[in-house]
C-alpha cells in the first residue's frame, strides 16, 4: 500500500505564494492518478486538482485555475501544488490524495475511492 504526507503548509498573506507537497511511500506510485482536496472551516471537503498518472494532463477547480499548479516527480515520488495569488478563501486543510486503482482516468478522479495523506493546514490572512 501506499502513505501519503502532506507538508509545506503555514500561515501566508493574502496576494503570497506557497508550495505544498505530498510525499509517497510504499511500493505504489508510478501508474496512479493523484490529486488534492481541501475542507474549510465549516465546509465540505473540494476538488482542487487534479494530475494524470502520466504526468501529462491537469484539471483543476474554477476557484483556483490560473493560480494553483499541481505537478509530480516520480522519481521522487512526491507531488506538489503551487499556490500563487492566495486568497483567504484559500484558508483550508489540504489533502493529498491518490487513487486505488492503477491508471485510471483523470478525469473521473473526483469521483474515485482514494487513500489520504493527513493533510497540511494553509491559512491566508487578510
Known amino acids: 500500500q501506499v502513505q501519503l504526507v502532506e507538508s509545506g503548509g503555514g500561515l501566508v498573506q493574502t496576494g503570497g505564494s506557497v508550495r505544498i507537497s505530498c510525499a509517497a511511500s510504499g511500493r505504489t506510485f508510478n501508474g496512479y492518478t493523484m490529486g488534492w482536496f481541501r475542507q474549510a472551516p465549516g465546509k465540505e471537503r473540494e476538488f482542487v486538482a487534479v494530475?494524470?498518472?502520466?504526468?501529462?494532463?491537469?484539471l483543476y477547480a474554477d476557484s483556483v485555475k490560473g493560480r494553483f499548479t499541481i505537478s509530480r516527480d516520480d522519481a521522487k515520488k512526491t507531488m506538489y501544488l503551487q499556490m500563487n495569488s492566495l486568497k483567504p478563501e484559500d484558508t483550508a486543510v489540504y489533502y493529498c490524495a491518490i487513487s486505488v486503482t492503477p491508471h485510471s482516468a483523470y478525469v473521473y478522479f473526483q469521483y474515485e475511492t482514494h487513500a489520504w495523506g493527513q493533510g497540511t493546514q494553509v491559512t491566508v490572512s487578510s
Open positions: 494530475i494524470s498518472w502520466a504526468a501529462d494532463l491537469t
